[in-house]
Each structure stands twice: as structure tokens, then as C-alpha cells.
T-cell receptor, first 115, second 114 residues
Framework: AAGVIQSPRHLIKEKRETATLKCYPI?????VYWYQQGPGQDPQFLIS???????DKGSIPDRFSAQQFSDYHSELNMSSLELGDSALYFC??????????????FGEGSWLTVV | QKEVEQDPGPLSVPEGAIVSLNCTYS??????FMWYRQYSRKGPELLMY????GNKEDGRFTAQVDKSSKYISLFIRDSQPSDSATYLC??????????????FGKGTLLTVNP
């Protein structure tokens, strides 16, 4: 079965540079989420999109922005990178179930290292 | 205090042991409960999903939810070395419209020794 696809898998950037991460959700999933996971930490919610509109916002820094495009892929743009931005960035997508809940599936993550 | 509390471990067991992983949550609005397995530097993999109190079984895995005490558990029978990973409990609720943001526990690092 198709999974959530993220690119690039690994990225090294210098401080103050800009990075863009891409996410292709599971086909027919209508919601995309972005999470940040630091070393030894649980994933922290950044932002989500439902049907290409921002639906919820978590602890996303003002230096970061994201959008979802007409083909449902999403991009996370990170500017003025700081050392503390080094983390695994996960994209996830979900499908709302008949029970009213949803199951959220994660991609393999993009590992960002800021040097 | 985090909304979802989980003992980070680490937890080390011999192969074949029964493993019990637990979480508590504070927000009674949480409706849906999940367990994810995460191998090092990999994405979290959905293991179990439930939305009601009681037990749900899938192979060697059993998820248990007690909404009255806000307690969720994952049991692994006949544990295998390949089960060695970090296990994250997660809950979500509808925060409006179609929003179902996940709230994770810290994760428990499990090692199953052959």
C-alpha cells in the first residue's frame, strides 16, 4: 500500500539558511500534518491542513510556514535556521473514519541538521 | 504536566516475556487512542487504534482503554527481539471541524533480549 512520502530524507543546512521539506500524503487522504521530533523527544505538532486549508496550528515558529497544494502535497518552509531546528520532521496524513475519528499515518521523516 | 504521561523506561525484557506498556491522560475530551511503534530514526508506525473502553486484540498485541481512570495500556505477548523499539501512546480528539491533532506520550524504549 502507498505510504506517506517525504523528501529529502536528509538535509544539512547552515545557520540562517532556508530549507524546504516536501510531503506527499497517502492517496485520498484529505488531511496533512507536520510534526517535529527532537532527539529523545516525542513528536511535537506543528501545523495541519485539511483540504488545502490550514486547519490547526501547534508550536510552529514564526520562521516556519507551510502550505498544501492543489495536488494535496504539502511543503514546510523553514527560514533563518537555528541550531535548535535540527530534528526529524515528520509529515503525516489521515483519513476520517465512519466512527468519527481518524487514523494518522506517518512518513519516514526528513532529518534536518543545522550546522 | 503533559496531557499524556508515559514512563520513558527504558524497559528491558527477555524474549518471550509479556510486555506491559502504560499511559495516563488528563483530558477527558480525548476520544481516540492509538499506539505507535517507532524504530530508531524511522517514522512512527500505527500499531493499534481504538475509540472505546475495553480491549482490542491484534495478533500478539492487545490494547486496553479504561476511560473511567484515563488509563491506556498495550500488552505484547511472546515478545520478540524485533519488537525492540520505542512505543508511543497517542490520543486525539476533534478540536473543531476536521481537526484531529494527536497528542503523544514521551514514548517507552523497549528492548527485547534474545
Amino acid at each position: 500500500a502507498a505510504g506517506v512520502i517525504q523528501s529529502p530524507r536528509h538535509l544539512i543546512k547552515e545557520k540562517r539558511e532556508t530549507a524546504t521539506l516536501k510531503c506527499y500524503p497517502i492517496p485520498r487522504h484529505d488531511t496533512v500534518y507536520w510534526y517535529q521530533q527532537g532527539p529523545g523527544q516525542d513528536p511535537q505538532f506543528l501545523i495541519s491542513f485539511y483540504e488545502k486549508m490550514q486547519s490547526d496550528k501547534g508550536s510552529i515558529p514564526d520562521r516556519f510556514s507551510a502550505q498544501q497544494f492543489s495536488d494535496y502535497h504539502s511543503e514546510l518552509n523553514m527560514s533563518s535556521l537555528e541550531l535548535g531546528d535540527s530534528a526529524l520532521y515528520f509529515c503525516a496524513s489521515s483519513l476520517i473514519l465512519t466512527t468519527g475519528g481518524n487514523t494518522i499515518y506517518f512518513g519516514e521523516g526528513s532529518w534536518l541538521t543545522v550546522v | 504536566q503533559k496531557e499524556v504521561e508515559q514512563d520513558p523506561g527504558p524497559l528491558s525484557v527477555p524474549e518471550g516475556a509479556i510486555v506491559s506498556l502504560n499511559c495516563t491522560y488528563s483530558n477527558s475530551a480525548f476520544q481516540y487512542f492509538m499506539w505507535y511503534r517507532q524504530y530508531s530514526r524511522k517514522g512512527p508506525e500505527l500499531l493499534m487504534y481504538t475509540y472505546s473502553s475495553g480491549n482490542k486484540e491484534d495478533g500478539r498485541f492487545t490494547a486496553q482503554v479504561d476511560k473511567s481512570s484515563k488509563y491506556i495500556s498495550l500488552f505484547i505477548r511472546d515478545s520478540q527481539p524485533s519488537d525492540s523499539a520505542t512505543y508511543l501512546c497517542a490520543t486525539n480528539t476533534n478540536s473543531g471541524g476536521s481537526n484531529y491533532t494527536l497528542t503523544f506520550g514521551k514514548g517507552t524504549l523497549l528492548t527485547v533480549n534474545p
